[in-house]
């Protein structure tokens, strides 16, 4: 133990053991996944992060070891953990450089920013240099003026390399386009299990993968358009199951744009047509049946089906906004008598 607080001391890093862990200490081979909480704050103590409260939900911090992640410090202060250990790890700011742009990250992710549309990629030097603002007033003043931090780590899982299924990050290329079959069945036939949350999760994730890949070619070439053509139908189940649970306006923008760029995409327009109805939006409901109808003639009583729902919620609609007005202004309003007394 002195041994290795030692080498930490050597590299700027002090370790303060506030819980032992149990058990030997782990091997950590490249490829182990740790799982583990993190509070980041600053020499005075004020904190920054804290992965038990990042947007109001206890979410644990996972690494996959030697997949060079951004914050190569977190690598190094784990691996003298052992499983249950919790310690603070204060870091000179050669090790906390970058903390500014992992946190946003973070903070993003937690927030359910959606991560599959309009990354801006950008390399870490110019990322370093860059004064434009991050979003966050502290991670602001973090990047203008780097300091030490510490890190109060509490070690949950150590998972051996093979022992898990990889990250959409982690993945190599060919383990991305492998995985999306394998993903896209499983959300079937959780989908059929009723299982519509976990479902929709699977289907992101494939996604996810397909995304990935597309990112790293150029819009319009071959390459880009295949993998696109294989995100349509994973985006649509993917509107099915948020359909299912209530989030209609983002079934509303996913299927624009697809729309946007396959416009005879009939299930894309069927979905969204069925999303607008949701939210009394008649004009582009009709609109968008109106087309499916164009398209696809067969869809008939389908869409004559979804139609009569739709007259239903307008006509439930007016009554409810009438009746409301009527409570607004006390009731009814009544005329005055002209009757003979």
């Given at each position: 133990?002195?041994?290795?607080?030692?080498?930490?001391?050597?590299?700027?890093?002090?370790?303060?053991?506030?819980?032992?862990?149990?058990g030997e200490l782990s091997t950590f081979p490249d490829g182990t996944k740790v799982v583990f909480h993190y509070r980041t704050s600053l020499c005075d103590g004020t904190v920054l992060d804290d992965s038990r409260k990042m947007g109001g939900q206890s979410k644990p911090m996972e690494l996959i070891l030697g997949k060079k992640f951004k914050l190569a410090v977190w690598e190094r202060v784990v691996i003298t953990m052992r499983k249950g250990e919790v310690a603070d790890f204060t870091c000179s700011t050669q090790h906390t450089a970058l903390y500014h742009l992992v946190s946003q990250s973070l903070r993003n992710i937690s927030a359910g920013k959606d991560p599959l549309e309009g990354q801006r990629h950008c390399c870490g030097i110019a990322q370093i240099h860059s004064h434009h603002s991050l979003g966050y007033q502290d991670l602001d003043a973090l990047q203008a003026s780097p300091q030490p931090l510490?890190?109060?780590?509490?070690l949950l899982e150590v998972l051996p390399p093979g022992s898990f299924m990889l990250d959409v990050w982690a993945m190599s290329?060919?383990?991305?386009?492998?995985?999306?079959?394998?993903?896209?069945?499983?959300?079937?036939?959780?989908?059929?299990?009723?299982?519509?949350?976990?479902?929709?999760?699977?289907?992101?994730?494939?996604?996810?993968?397909l995304k990935n890949l597309q990112m790293k070619?150029?819009?319009?070439?071959?390459?880009?358009?295949?993998?696109?053509?294989?995100?349509?139908?994973?985006?649509l189940n993917y509107c099915q199951c948020q359909m299912?649970?209530?989030?209609?306006?983002?079934?509303?923008?996913?299927?624009?744009?697809?729309i946007s760029k396959y416009?005879?995409?009939v299930k894309a327009l069927y979905k969204r047509g069925k999303a607008h109805s949701a939210v009394w939006n008649e004009v582009e409901a009709r609109a968008d049946f109106a087309k499916v109808l164009e398209l696809d003639p067969t869809l008939g009583p389908s869409v004559a089906k979804e139609l009569r729902a739709l007259e239903g919620k307008m006509r439930a609609k007016g009554r409810e906004e009438k009746d409301r007005y009527k409570d607004l202004f006390g009731g009814n309003t009544q005329t005055a008598s002209t009757s003979p007394a």
């Open positions: 133990m002195e041994e290795v607080a030692s080498q930490l001391n050597e590299e700027g890093i002090q370790k303060k053991l506030t819980s032992p862990g149990r510490v890190f109060t780590i509490e290329d060919k383990e991305k386009l492998d995985a999306v079959p394998q993903i896209h069945e499983e959300g079937n036939s959780l989908f059929k299990e009723g299982r519509i949350k976990e479902a929709s999760e699977k289907y992101y994730n494939s996604i996810a993968c070619e150029q819009p319009g070439e071959e390459v880009w358009i295949k993998l696109d053509i294989m995100i349509t139908p994973l985006l299912v649970q209530g989030q209609y306006y983002e079934v509303i923008e996913h299927c624009t744009s697809l416009e005879d995409n």
